[in-house]
């Protein structure tokens, strides 16, 4: 659970991404211009601020410029529609971690804060790497190498095998992989999660991911030897 600020003025998407937020566990607060953004965020209450750009009091950058003045370390991931590499250059200069073009699927951006959360954690113990056995997993660059050899892995692939590295030898359920990786606004009785537990299978091997009967599905690394009893 974390605490997240948004600054967005668009009533509606202010509004969609609190609800997501808040459905995936997390504390959103929402201000709708950059005067109550920066005054929020100077408080240091926060781990992460999602930051609108065309504010209507000021340029979302110049809140950024003015927050990493003051000291204010929060990851920040800013929402855009101005879709030129210079603008997105500007915002990574002025101190934001990532960036969202609109329009956007809410899932994305929810991996987007995942991996910044994490990262922030991250910096913190100065690990940037989740490894079972050969599997490793690069969070900043989503790269993914077994035993040294890339594994080429869509956007969703590596979110659901970034939830089970992360609970190595852990039983997740096909509801909290359904949460955490297709987020709150997808159909409980989808099969997705089995379908994409199939891609990852035939990518990293058959070895690596057990189902569970009645439970879910469990990654571990393989044994080459079988287990004692």
Same mark, same amino acid.
């Given at each position: ?29 929402? /201000? =709708? *211009?950059?005067?109550?953004? #920066? ?5 240091? @209450?926060?781990?992460?601020?999602? +930051? &609108?750009? %065309? ?16 000291? /204010? =370390? *929060?990851?920040?991931?800013? #929402? ?5 590499? @210079?603008?997105?250059?500007?915002? +990574? &200069?002025? %101190? ?16 987007? /804060? ?19 056995? &050969? ?95």
């Amino acid at each position: 659970m974390a605490n997240i600020l948004i600054v967005e003025d668009e009533p509606g998407i202010a509004s969609f991404v609190s609800k997501g937020l808040k459905s995936a566990g997390h504390l959103p607060t929402a /201000v =709708a *211009t950059g005067e109550d953004g #920066l005054s929020h965020a100077l408080t240091g @209450g926060y781990d992460l601020i999602i +930051l &609108d750009i %065309g504010l209507p009091d000021m340029d979302g950058f110049v809140v950024l410029e003015r927050m990493r003045g003051q000291g /204010v =370390a *929060t990851p920040v991931i800013i #929402l855009t529609a101005r879709s030129s590499v @210079g603008d997105t250059v500007q915002g +990574l &200069d002025s %101190g934001a971690d990532d960036y969202m073009a609109k329009p956007f699927r809410f899932e994305e951006l929810l991996a987007r /804060v995942r991996l910044r959360l994490r990262s922030d954690v991250a910096s913190v113990s100065a690990t940037t790497h989740i490894r079972v056995g &050969d599997l490793v997993m690069d969070l900043p660059k989503h790269r993914v190498t077994l035993s040294g050899a890339p594994v080429d892995l869509s956007a969703r692939e590596f979110s659901l095998l970034e939830a089970f590295m992360s609970h190595e030898d852990q039983v997740l359920s096909r509801e909290q992989l359904l949460d955490r990786v297709w987020g709150y606004d997808f159909d409980p009785g989808s099969n997705v999660v089995d379908v994409y537990v199939r891609y990852l299978r035939r990518k990293i091997g058959n070895e690596w991911i057990t189902t569970v009967r009645n439970m879910g599905y469990r990654l571990s690394e393989p044994r080459n030897e079988p287990r004692r009893r």
